[in-house]
């Protein structure tokens, strides 16, 4: 749940500024998968969202020994078929895109769509440090 659902009423959308934190040191120029924790940079409290954009590759085939995860599996790649990413009803903070994998940039812009379709417009993604995100990262991982 979105902590600032309060100030997004019907339509309107709050356009605002964001810092962004990528969990991990970027060794290739693309990948499958990457956590990003977004926090806004004009609203207190200092409330981070987490989001995992995982590629069409990530989720691989449906053939797990699970009927259940191969089901699950199936309807997201089904989804994908027809979209361009598909956010995972089950779990907050999951997005699946139909790219085999992505780049940085690409992550960003995503994680724009996932704060629009939140109802917030970005006016600007701003990168931030670890120290900035510290507590939120602990906090988001313990209720996770």
Not at 10 to 18: D, E, H
Not at 68 to 94: A, C, F, P
Not at 99 to 115: C, G, M, R
Request: aromatic share 12%; proline share 3%.
């Amino acid at each position: 749940m979105c902590p600032w659902s309060e100030l997004v009423v019907g339509i309107i959308k709050i356009t605002m500024k964001w810092k962004y934190f990528i969990a991990h040191v970027w060794h290739e120029e693309r990948t499958t998968w990457e956590d990003i924790y977004l926090m806004p940079e004009d609203i207190a409290p200092k409330q981070a969202l987490w989001l995992s954009v995982n590629s069409r590759i990530f989720l691989g085939q449906p053939d797990s020994k699970s009927e259940k995860l191969n089901e699950w599996t199936r309807n997201i790649l089904s989804k994908l078929e027809h979209q361009s990413y598909v956010m995972d009803t089950e779990i907050d903070g999951e997005m699946y895109i139909n790219l085999p994998d992505f780049n940085q940039s690409e992550l960003l812009e995503y994680s724009k769509v996932y704060l629009n379709d939140l109802g917030f417009e970005v006016s600007e993604l701003i990168e931030g440090s670890y120290e900035e995100f510290e507590k939120e990262i602990s906090r988001i991982r313990e209720t996770n």
